[in-house]
């Protein structure tokens, strides 16, 4: 039995679809076997058209497991719930009320009901067929002649056999939502083991990640490292996940220069922060191992290591990397070396109403083809001076009434409205405004967003 049940059934169907052929395959066996049952009824009381009936259902519920075998499940569900409408109507018109068949249309009602879920105009169309069979069969019973015509013992036999089809309504009632109320309960075990194991690995998996969180803050210099070499600055940074592709970067020299960056790696999470740690070494390698203070040419060695760092073969490159604002600052000269990988550099004079800014190069710090030196630019700067270092998160960020991006003139614009403030004050305005920016909304990447004034 449970082979038969399990006709059609496959591992590479969903869960559902595979519970409503058990159900389908299930109707069709019930059919064959009350069919069956009832041919020594028809024979002794010679309900020979009744007898045809039968066969011609048995036939049908066969073809049905066939076309499940076939993997043609719909079309197995419409033919046995259409084909047990049609022979309804015909028996009970032949036999009037006292056969009870007509009853059998609520079978058809639940059968539509649970395997054309998903099929809401099939459904509707089923159960309001079979509604309107009913009872147009009802009306058609009160209003035609009685059965007098027929021999005595045909109308004995289709009262026992209308006593009968109450019992086989009430079984096929029982044994169809048993069946049903099975197949859920194991489907809802199914689905409580597997959410166990998912929040298992979750828990794992998360663990996993806020550990990486702890190494990547490791990596990331400290906030009171920072102000002991830029007093008046701040940093933004705000993760779209527990780790981040974003991030920023320093490097004191002994002369009292200040190497900084803003950095934005391929994606985020937990792969952007893989590739912050490739390119993070990458930095340090330039300006430890090589002796680089330029930051063009920081650039330039850092763009050579992070690609042999992903160069797996000849013919095989990931071509993952970042974009970066670098900075070299002298603080006692007032004097910002920096160059820019598709990330500009905004600086913002002392009372002035205008954002000043320096174009990067268009080129990431990756695999690319035909790359070209990074530029360095040398800006004086004056007492009061701000200079800006940022990702593009901040200014891809959806939100607003009209849920748009927030784009880079509106920071500008806010800016100018804070740039004469204490540092600690503008990231307090800044972080409000991209509060106040998402509302309800999702935060779509990484932020990094950097101030400096000297």
Known sequence: MKKILAIGTSTKNGEGLNRKIKLHNLIAVFITIICVSYIPLYIHYKLYLLMQTAFIMVLTSMFCLFLQSRKRHETGFGLLIFSVMILLNISSIQFGLVANVHFFHICSCMAAITLFDKNKGLRN?????????FFALLGYFYNRPGFAYLPEGVLAGLKIYGYINYVVLFSFTIVFFTSFVKQNSISQEKIMTQN??????????????????????????????????????????????IVAGDFYWMHAKENGQVLFAAADSTGHGVPGAMVSVVCTNALNQAVKEFGLTDPGQILDKTRELVANSFQKSDNDEVKDGMDISLCLIDKDKRVLHWAGANTPLWIIRENSDDVEVIKPDKQSVSTIENPVPYTTHTVQLNPGDCFYLFTDGYADQFGGSAAKKHMQKRIKKLLLTVYRKTMSTQKKLITDNLTHWMENQEQVDDICFIGVKL
Do not use: C
């Open 125 to 133: 169309v089923i159960i309001g067929l079979s509604m309107l069979s």
């Open 196 to 241: 166990a194991v998912l929040e298992y690995k979750n828990v794992q998996i998360t663990d996993s990640i806020k550990y990486a969180k702890h190494i990547q803050d490791a990596i990331l210099p400290s906030l009171n490292t920072i102000k002991q070499y830029l007093e008046e600055s701040f940093i933004l940074y705000k993760p779209k996940d």
